[in-house]
């Protein structure tokens, strides 16, 4: 007993002293915090109706600006990178999917508020740029204008072990440091603002929490705090070493990781996957954790008296995935563009010191573009913005100075759609189909009102291929917005024989035919010329990248430019055609083989020409010259392919 009141007593004291310390050194520059949960829905939250109580981030939306209308990506690496530059990320490399590196050269809130004179540190995952462990030569989070950085760099690790991509200070990989991974992050953040503090510095600190993403990996004192009403639902509990192993199933490289790490077999071993009750239960966990993590950040900023002049930002990058996830009230998940994917919970806490007077809830539709703009703003920034930021400031918004705005959109592309969004309506864009909705009276998405809203559906489309251009995207599931242009074969040409031998039972095939490796982006497309000569008739035949040996167009993605799918039914007539197909569905990637797609309708036999194969974007530059005239015969590996004379235009 007296050994816990000299405790309480030492951590009065020094608690007491670093409050009279950081106020008599606070900077008249205001603090800025930004925390960032990790697929986490916006219903996951005790303030939004979960039944997982998460009261310190309840707080921040209690004593905060309320943004009710708050936009993201539905992937991860795009929020992030249109947070960190203001820009949408389709025009930077970092959208529609994951996977990008984003350009250091660009001004981001990092190299910016450095320049600004704050001390810039970022804790926990990265996930926009490759990790050193994994690229040579990878740019680390200090390039991009951080000064100190703890965390990693891929989508997930495991908690503990961080498997599988590295854990980091700066650019030195620790390999011991397996402590709870939402643990060790409020540690360094809080560790980063005191030192910052101390050195009289004001403060940019970005915690981006990797919680609450999969694996969920728990610690056993959250997992003994999770409600009654979710874990008695869990007929029989498992050790929690059975819950590391079972919850990094879906992730085979985290496991054999592992097993080398922890010199342990038993990560090996089969397991018995999670019951929907278990995964419940886990979330839960991994919600308790980040909640109490978020708290103690809150209670430094607090006990200091640095929230007096700290500007606190929470909001999720995407919506929470299928199965645990909580979107409520919206519809779709993590991986759609329906609200449930794109719209997050979000609150920022503004201290009167900087603002004196604000809104308590902001009803405009705003986002993660509008972050970099409106801590510059909220700062009183010296530098200019950069120009051309898609994002906005809301500092006037936030003040309730100004009048809604009704002619502001945000526009993603996903797979076999886009999609544009105002305050007032939601266009989907498919290739054969839109659909309409009224994001005032029906937030959740139920009814298309496109066929009774003709005129709005005009208007959208033409502000869509606006706005799509602009980004400079090169949809995969539309027409480029390019002029047709005719065939221009001459010299040699690839020559593929293709044969069907059965009529039985007549499939898809591909044939791979060499490899050659391009890096695709938002505006990249594909073109090449081919000709097809068939003594009976196919219903489709084109040249493709490969993704896992399979071609990535399908009857849903691959337009050419007459606006017909590559994998439809064509008519052959043995005249070369012109085919240009936009590959944004899969940016940022690299594709590294190509292959001949077809389908017989019969038995048959058909020789194939290809040429001129060339990798553009869409600002006319060449990406990769893939086959014009030469090319390295050894590369073939099936018989059926060879160089030829192109045969001559019809």
């Known amino acids: 007993m007296n050994i816990n009141i000299c405790s309480n007593a030492l951590l009065i004291s020094v608690f007491g002293s670093l409050s009279s310390t950081a106020t008599a050194q606070r900077t008249s520059r205001p603090n800025i915090v930004i925390i960032l949960a990790d697929d986490m829905g916006h219903g996951d939250l005790s303030y939004t109706g979960s039944d997982t109580p998460t009261p310190n981030i309840d707080k921040i939306f209690e004593k905060g600006v309320r943004f009710n209308n708050f936009m993201t990506c539905n992937v991860s690496s795009p929020t992030r990178g249109g947070m960190l530059t203001g820009m949408n990320p389709l025009r930077i490399g970092q959208a529609p999917e994951v996977g990008g590196n984003l350009d250091p050269q660009l001004p981001n809130i990092g190299n910016y508020f450095q320049k600004e004179g704050y001390k810039t540190g970022l804790f926990g995952k990265w996930h926009n ?38 854990w980091y200070h700066d650019d030195q990989q620790v390999e011991d ?82 097993a080398e790490k922890y010199k342990d077999e038993t990560w090996l071993q089969k ?47 995407n919506g929470g995935i299928p199965v645990i996830g909580n979107n409520t009230p919206y519809r779709g998940f993590k991986h759609t563009l329906y609200e449930g994917g794109i719209h997050s919970a979000a609150a920022m806490i ?89 994001m005032v009276n029906d937030i959740s998405e139920k009814s298309d009102v496109s066929a009774s809203n003709p005129e709005v559906v005009k208007q959208l489309l033409t502000q869509i291929d606006i706005e799509c251009r602009k980004m400079g995207v090169a949809c995969t599931h539309l027409p480029l917005p390019l002029p047709i242009t005719n065939a221009k074969p001459s010299g040699k040409a690839l020559v593929i024989e293709l044969e069907n031998s059965s009529s039985d039972n007549i499939k898809k095939q591909t044939l791979f035919l060499f490899g050659k490796e391009f890096k ?123 160089i030829g004379e192109a045969p001559v235009m019809n």
């Not at 360094?188 to 990996?217: G, W």
């Not at 728990?218 to 070493?241: C, F, Q, W």
């Not at 703009?373 to 051309?388: G, I, R, V």
């Open 129 to 166: 740029s490759e990790s050193p462990l994994r690229e040579k030569g990878a740019i680390t989070v200090n390039q991009y204008g951080f000064d100190r950085f703890v965390g990693f760099y891929a989508g997930g690790i495991d908690y503990f072990s961080k498997a599988w991509t590295g």
């Open 177 to 258: 440091e397996m402590e709870y991974s939402t643990d060790l992050i409020s540690k360094y953040a809080i560790d980063f603002m005191t030192k910052s503090q101390t050195e009289n510095r004001p403060y940019l600190c970005y915690v981006p929490f990797n919680a609450v993403h999969t694996p969920l990996n728990v610690t056993e004192e959250a997992l003994k705090r999770v409600p009654a009403s979710i874990r008695d639902k869990v007929l029989k509990m498992r050790s929690m070493h059975d819950y590391r192993v079972v919850s990094l199933d879906d992730a085979p490289p985290f496991l054999k990781f592992n």
């Open 271 to 317: 397991v018995e996957p999670l019951t929907p009750e278990e995964k419940a239960m886990l979330y839960s966990a991994v919600k308790i954790s980040l909640d109490d993590n978020v708290g103690k950040i809150m209670d430094y900023l607090k006990g200091t008296k640095q929230l007096e002049n700290t500007i606190v930002l929470f909001f999720c990058d």
């Open 350 to 438: 503004i201290p009167k010191t900087v603002l004196p007077k604000t809104v308590q809830e902001v009803s405009n539709m705003c986002g993660f573009l509008d972050v970099f703009p409106t801590l510059s703003a909220l700062t009183n920034a010296k530098q200019a913005l950069p120009k051309n930021l898609d994002g906005i400031s809301l500092l006037e918004i936030i003040k309730g100075t100004t009048k809604p705005q009704s002619d502001r959109f945000y526009y993603w592309n996903w797979r076999d759609h886009d999609v544009l969004r105002s305050d007032k309506w939601k266009l989907f864009r498919y290739a054969r189909k839109v659909e309409l909705y009224d």
């Open 520 to 642: 695709v982006l938002p505006d990249t497309y594909l073109e090449y010329d081919i000709k097809v000569e068939s003594d009976t008739k196919l219903s489709f035949c084109y040249l493709s990248p490969l993704k896992a040996n399979a071609a990535i167009f399908s009857n849903t993605l691959g337009v050419d430019l007459n606006g017909k799918f590559l994998q439809s039914p064509t008519s052959f007539d043995s005249n070369w055609r012109h085919i240009a197909v936009g590959l944004s569905s899969f940016a940022p990637t690299k594709f590294t083989q190509f292959g001949i797609t077809s389908k017989f309708i019969g038995v048959g036999k058909a020789t194939v020409y290809v040429d001129n194969i060339v990798v553009k974007n869409l600002r006319g530059e060449t990406i990769k010259t893939i086959f014009i005239d030469t090319f390295n015969e050894n590369a073939f590996k099936a018989k059926n392919i060879s």
